[in-house]
């Protein structure tokens, strides 16, 4: 039974990692670029998240309402200020642009809050659990955590396949110049892209910091993992990213039941075993598709 909740657990762990990875995988989908910050933003949303519960008393799930609109809205002015005109200098430039973004977070967060680790206090709900069997039990908060990243990643992808504003990101990462012409504004469409990202990325903060402790400098270590489960995934396939974090969920809690040093070490061996037999990861589909 030890062994069936490890995979369990696992699997609801992974739910966390696919809405970590959503955004990432959105932005690379839709714009071929990698966000070097992606994992800093999800700490600072974290932050964010502690700042309004202080502020209001709300709880920290409550305060979503608040963290989401703020990042969708910051993502839009950070692709349209920043991001953008680094897209229009090359490939390089973009990643560039997000590894110093990232520096700059740290080190702004590391200045307001210090280097203390935070968490975000959830009261009972944190250790609240549905008992399945006598010996199994799942926790509520790893559960809603799990739904919330299945629902994060069906909602872009219906956005993506389903609507005139997928259309149009489908057609302005196929051919940038032709989608142009037909009169669609490349920069607008990028933007919402980015801030639907930054969105999920917001949603994505708040759970962590509700799951784990945090501090500054925990983005690069986020950032790994939502990047591992883009690639186990296949980059750009927003149902493959969700089953790469359920892949490296599953990997670190079976490494962890086996030793518990082993938890971390298990997923980035699982990771560099798909990276090395499966380079273009298990389900290989661009978003745009």
């Given amino acids: 039974m030890e062994w069936v909740n490890a995979l369990v657990q696992g699997l609801l762990l992974g739910g966390l990692y696919a809405l ?8 690379f989908g839709v714009m071929r670029t990698v966000n070097i910050a992606h994992g800093d933003l999800a700490v600072f949303a974290a932050f964010l998240g502690l700042v309004v519960v202080e502020r209001t008393g709300l709880h920290p799930a409550v305060s979503i309402v608040a963290v989401v609109p703020v990042m969708a809205a910051a993502g839009y002015a950070l692709q349209r200020g920043l991001l953008g005109p680094a897209l229009a200098r090359g490939e390089i430039a973009p990643l560039l642009v997000t590894f110093g973004l990232a520096v700059v977070l740290q080190n702004v967060l590391q200045e307001l809050f210090s280097a203390d680790t935070q968490s975000l206090d959830s009261g009972g709900f944190a250790t609240a659990s549905l008992r399945l069997t006598d010996q199994l039990a799942v926790g509520w908060l790893p559960l809603v955590t799990f739904a919330v990243g299945v629902g994060a990643v069906a909602a872009v992808q219906l956005v993506l396949s389903r609507t005139r504003l997928g259309r149009a990101m489908r057609a302005t990462s196929d051919d940038p110049e032709a989608a142009g012409l037909m009169g669609i504004d490349n920069r607008h469409v990028y933007g919402i892209a980015t801030a639907i990202a930054l969105a999920t990325v917001g949603l994505a903060g708040v759970f962590l910091g509700m799951r784990t402790q945090f501090s500054p400098t925990l983005g690069p270590l986020v950032l790994i993992f939502a990047f591992e489960a883009v690639i186990i995934g296949g980059l750009g396939s927003l ?28 997923g980035h061996l699982v990771f560099l075993v798909v990276l090395g037999l499966r380079p273009q990861g298990l389900f290989p589909r661009t978003v745009t598709t």
């Fill in 239 to 266: 149902w493959g990213t969700l089953a790469g974090g359920i892949v490296l969920g599953v990997a670190q809690t079976i490494g962890a039941q086996v030793q518990p040093a082993y938890g971390v070490l298990a």
């Fill in 20 to 27: 970590l990875a959503c955004g990432l995988s959105l932005v």
